[in-house]
């Protein structure tokens, strides 16, 4: 502290370095304004429709009833666990959904990737734009709408594949929707259609940015073009797709609740009700609706999904040195 009792190193109100940076932040904003209003939107989505049901979670330990407010009316600690872990059809879900989960994955993740390397090796530009085009659409279209038109294509009436069997054969139709061994190669052909071109939007588009001069140095030195891709193309946007595999991976056990509830039959329950379903199936469907029940197996759900997407993201540092944190 100096003689006039002003302490030393603390900042002083009218320091014209703290003015300056005042007064350029203020301009900042001033010219920029119209980009924090538009940041609004998203941030007001995220904060009222993911952080603010976070609070909704305190119901996987205490019991619910209804009109008695929000957050139940007895701590139960964690008998609701212990409930659905004992349950033999919740262990059925989690392997359905585990199950189908993989397949997806395993199938459905490198296509996009291949799709938009050989969209890239396209020499007509135009005939490129029109697969750009074909491809991206399904991902427009309805999931309720996809399913009706699955569901009149296979009906064992009027169906156009079971026509064209009998027609070819003479066997009777079969109602491909309603058998337990079809769903899961049915929902697995069905997500590869509508959403393959959409996927891989992000990889042509980090495609795009390879730099040409190393696809030159390539040529010059005598490589073919499946070298190139190989050698050149999957090398650069590699951080691409192991980002996205991370992100898959975090999403793992949300399969599409829609699509898997419309294809549901009690005929094909036995592969088709995962952990979605089952949720829906002790909730909002039952009879006696178990709240507290259902919010703590989405809540395990929740905790298997973080899990998988931090194992993934340190696998990835480890093999690849890639990682989104």
């Given at each position: 502290m100096d003689a006039g009792g002003t302490q030393k190193g603390a900042p002083m109100k009218n320091d014209p370095l703290i003015h300056r940076r005042r007064l350029k932040a203020g301009r900042y904003f001033a010219n920029n304004w119209q980009l924090y209003v538009m940041m609004l939107v998203p941030l007001?989505?995220?904060?009222?429709?993911?952080?603010?049901?976070?609070?909704?979670?305190?119901?996987?330990?205490?019991?619910?009833?209804?009109?008695?407010?929000?957050?139940?009316?007895?701590?139960?600690?964690?008998?609701?666990?212990?409930?659905?872990?004992?349950?033999?059809?919740?262990?059925?879900?989690?392997?359905?959904?585990?199950?189908?989960?993989?397949?997806?994955?395993?199938?459905?993740?490198?296509?996009?990737?291949?799709?938009a390397i050989l969209l890239n090796e396209l020499r007509s530009l135009k005939f490129k734009k029109l697969v750009q085009t074909v491809s991206y659409m399904p991902r427009f279209v309805s999931?309720?709408?996809?399913?009706?038109?699955?569901?009149?294509?296979?009906?064992?009436?009027?169906?156009?594949?079971?026509?064209?069997?009998?027609?070819?054969?003479?066997?009777?139709?079969v109602f491909y929707m309603n058998e337990a061994a079809y769903?899961?190669?049915?929902?697995?052909?069905?997500?590869?259609?509508?959403?393959?071109?959409?996927?891989?939007?992000?990889?042509?588009?980090?495609?795009?940015?390879?730099?040409?001069d190393l696809f030159e140095a390539g040529r010059i030195d005598g490589a073919s073009r499946v070298q190139l891709i190989w050698y050149v193309t999957l090398p650069t946007i590699?951080?691409?797709?192991?980002?996205m595999f991370i992100l898959r991976v975090g999403h793992l056990l949300s399969l599409g609740f829609e699509k898997v509830l419309?294809?549901?039959?009690?005929?094909?329950?036995?592969?088709?009700?995962?952990?979605?379903?089952y949720v829906y199936r002790m909730s909002i469907a039952a009879t006696a609706p178990q709240y507290s029940y259902a919010t703590a197996i989405g809540l395990f759900s929740g905790v298997i999904g973080l899990i998988l997407v931090s194992s993934s993201n340190l696998l990835s540092r480890k093999l690849t040195g890639e990682s989104i944190y």
């Open positions: 007001v989505y995220f904060l009222l429709f993911k952080y603010v049901p976070m609070f909704g979670n305190i119901l996987a330990f205490r019991r619910f009833r209804p009109l008695t407010g929000p957050f139940g009316v007895r701590w139960e600690g964690l008998r609701y666990f212990n409930q659905f872990l004992s349950q033999p059809d919740f262990w059925r879900a989690f392997r359905n959904t585990l199950t189908l989960a993989a397949m997806n994955l395993v199938i459905n993740f490198p296509i996009p990737i291949m799709f999931t309720v709408v996809v399913i009706s038109i699955l569901t009149e294509m296979l009906s064992p009436s009027s169906g156009m594949l079971n026509r064209l069997i009998q027609q070819l054969t003479g066997q009777p139709g769903f899961r190669p049915l929902y697995i052909l069905t997500d590869m259609w509508q959403y393959t071109g959409w996927s891989a939007i992000i990889y042509l588009a980090a495609i795009t940015g390879i730099n040409g590699l951080p691409t797709i192991m980002v419309l294809m549901y039959t009690p005929s094909n329950s036995v592969v088709s009700d995962i952990i979605d379903t």
